[in-house]
């Protein structure tokens, strides 16, 4: 928490004054609700961290942007250079935290979801079907499938151009591979066929959690 709050407070000396009180009270309504909802805290701040350098980044081009219209032959190169040498600071620094804040935050960001209540086994959630703070979905999978190696059937799909969970609308056979672990879901991108996460489920699909009990189950 203190390491949140430490984070929040660099989000909020990167952001320019005029944004500062509202960016605020949106950052924080987030951290309040978004892990409820699924959303680690890790991130909400990576979010927060690349939104406030890009802000200071347009604000100080914006600012130099009378001073670098006006170099000519060396004259206030030094002060130029001086912005861009602050702004590269500030992205640098950006970055470190992001990606401290994203090693810190990687077991809760794989955590594997049960199956929403209500519905046939399937209804997984993971970071395969999980959509980034900052809305940048590049390098994730555009469609998968869960398969249960118990009857190696797809029980869950997800395409994220259509935003369907629907395995009517999936075009993908799953071929089983005496690879795959047992009695357990197996994450595939069907663009390549491979698999990208797995984890152990019980005879209902439920996943375990770190205490080895199907996620969702009473305790006695």
Known sequence: MRSNES???LCLVLTPARLREVREEEWRADLRDGPAMGIPAGWLLAGALRSSATARLHDLLHRGGTVLARIKKGDNMKLALGII???AILIGGAAV????KATQDQPQANAV????Q?????????WWNSTPVSGNSAGLPQETVAVNTRTGKIVDAFNRATNSTRISDVKFTPTPDDSWPADSIVIIDTASGKVIEDFLVDENGSPFDQSGRP?????S
């Open 97 to 100: 935290g992001i990606q401290a």
């Open 215 to 219: 996620l969702g189950a009473k305790v």
């Open 85 to 87: 040498g602050a702004a």
């Open 118 to 126: 209500g519905r046939s086994v399937g209804g997984y959630e993971g």
């Open 7 to 9: 984070l929040l407070a």
């Open 113 to 116: 979801k049960a199956p929403m």
